[in-house]
């Protein structure tokens, strides 16, 4: 049947499509904990692809001396991968008040670093895209959507997201505070607040919607590469742990821009999932703190692309 088949194909003149694209994926290495310094490439991620996508929480980039061992590492990826793409996750934001390294600091500094290395093929992406083989990757932080109800001026109590989240206390920025109204606010650094991610979240949602467009109209498969998970379902183990506040700390619904998506990778929740939801696949692989026993991390985790255009129609459809 197999000859048959084959012969088939021949005749009628058919071409096998083009090989995909591989990209390799990995978030939550966290180096900021390894004590004795980096260990063995291999040991965290082994190259099996020719782009390699680091999804955030890499290292605790706010605090001068972890940076080091950062810069490391991305030499090592550069020099292993043809590609490699970076993502800041909160934890690349991490500060303390006394450095108070801010959030825009540590940004031009992932651009500078990434630039500066020699082969000149590592890319910061934040809330920015590239293509490669007709795939058009987009990337971003994309911080939570935090409700008012979780807020600490509209909760009033300590059982709400902005009270609970380490990120309202040890990362820092240098806008303005959106609380003030006066011209004459000097921005200094500051913790941030609900508003400042939430309107970081609303960027990155019309980013990506725009990438989205401009994917389909150039029919290209459109990547999505993302810090924070884009759905609550399957994306944490603490989902039903009774805390309302702790799935806003991780995750937003926003299976709504599945449609213009093929593939979604995402890091942070340190639970690893491999899921269709809306003819999109959802991917995280992450490898969490050294302290911790993460199920399903893998040092090969590597997904494909099609290069050719799949309408959505030819998309396999969720089950969920």
């Avoid at 090592?76 to 600091?105: F, I, P, R």
């Avoid at 609380?179 to 200094?188: I, L, M, N, S, Y």
């Avoid at 969490?288 to 399903?296: A, C, L, R």
Wanted: net charge neutral; with cysteine.
């Amino acid at each position: 049947m197999a000859d048959a088949k084959q012969e088939h194909g021949e005749e009628a003149g058919a071409t096998a499509p083009p090989p995909p694209l591989r990209i390799q994926i990995a978030s939550d290495i966290h180096l900021e904990f390894f004590k004795d310094g980096l260990p063995p490439l291999k040991d965290i991620i082994r190259p099996k692809a020719p782009v390699l996508a680091l999804l955030g929480d890499i290292c605790a980039l706010g605090k001068p001396e972890k940076q080091p061992i950062y810069c490391e590492f991305l030499e090592q990826c550069s020099s292993h991968w043809d590609v490699v793409l970076v993502l800041a996750g909160n934890h690349e934001y991490y500060s303390d008040h006394n450095t108070k390294t801010t959030v825009e600091q540590v940004n031009e500094w992932l651009r500078s670093t990434c630039a500066k290395l020699p082969k000149k093929n590592t890319h910061f992406l934040q809330d920015s895209s590239m293509v490669i083989s007709n795939v058009r990757i987009s990337g971003a932080t994309l911080w939570t959507d935090i409700p008012l109800s979780q807020t600490v001026e509209v909760a009033q109590s300590p059982e709400c997201v902005e009270y609970k989240l380490n990120d309202f206390r040890k990362c820092f920025t240098s806008s303005p505070d959106p609380k003030f109204k006066t011209k004459e606010c000097k921005a200094t650094a500051r913790a941030l607040a609900a508003t400042d991610t939430n309107a970081w979240h609303k960027r990155s949602v019309t980013f990506i919607k725009a990438e989205s467009e401009a994917a389909a109209k150039a029919k290209q498969n459109h990547l999505v590469l993302t810090h924070h998970s884009p759905t609550f379902r399957n994306a944490s183990n603490k989902e039903g742990d009774g805390r309302e506040y702790m799935k806003y700390c991780a995750s937003t619904d926003l299976e709504h821009l599945f449609k213009g998506v093929h593939t979604w990778c995402h890091g942070h929740t340190h639970f690893n999932g491999d899921q269709v939801i809306k003819g999109a696949r959802v991917v995280s692989n992450q490898r969490g703190y050294t302290f911790e026993n993460v199920k399903g991390y893998n040092t090969e985790c590597v997904i494909e692309i099609p290069i050719s255009h799949v309408p959505r129609s030819d998309r396999m459809c969720a089950t969920m």
